[in-house]
């Protein structure tokens, strides 16, 4: 029996999958809609892809509008597996944004963070916490990626 994945998925994942539905991002992404990897975040964490999807630069270069950001997050919060912060280790990372990013994986167990800011998460290795870009998490995890961009 195959476990499902429990994986972090850093900010900067959620806007290159936002920027390109034929790259690696939006492929994990696909993969946390069908149930094939579990999305752990904080009430924190959400917040900041909400904030950082609703940015006009990212906007722009993502060509959505706020509507369209805010149907991704509302279906994205039914997806997430919800993580509560028992505990804060604060200060490990160089970029206050990421130790939530941090925090959630710790908290949650997560298998990994998934994240291409790889040398950001380093500390992560004191919590046991491999930090993989997309493509690492797909060879680590044996995920199949399927490619259907009608969804």
């Given at each position: 029996m195959k476990l499902t994945p429990k994986?972090?998925?850093d900010t900067n994942i959620?806007?290159?999958?936002?920027?390109?539905?034929?790259?690696?991002?939006?492929?994990?992404?696909?993969?946390v809609r069908q149930g094939a990897v579990v999305m752990c975040c904080s009430p924190a964490l959400f917040l900041e892809?909400?904030?950082?999807?609703?940015?006009?630069?990212?906007?722009t270069a993502s060509g959505l509008l706020?509507?369209?950001?805010?149907?991704?997050?509302?279906?994205?919060?039914g997806l997430i597996s919800p993580v509560v912060t028992h505990y804060q280790w604060r200060p490990q990372l160089?970029?206050?944004?990421?130790?939530?990013?941090?925090?959630?994986?710790?908290n949650a167990q997560a298998q990994a963070i998934v994240t291409y800011n790889l040398k950001d998460f380093l500390p992560a290795k004191r919590f046991g916490i491999p930090v993989l870009n997309p493509e690492q998490s797909f060879r680590q995890f044996n995920l199949a990626v399927q490619r259907n961009l009608t969804s």
């Open positions: 994986l972090t998925i959620l806007v290159a999958a936002t920027r390109n539905r034929h790259g690696p991002s939006f492929a994990l992404m696909q993969l892809y909400e904030d950082v999807l609703k940015r006009p630069h990212q906007l706020i509507s369209d950001v805010e149907a991704i997050l509302n279906e994205l919060a160089r970029d206050p944004s990421d130790e939530m990013v941090l925090e959630a994986a710790a």
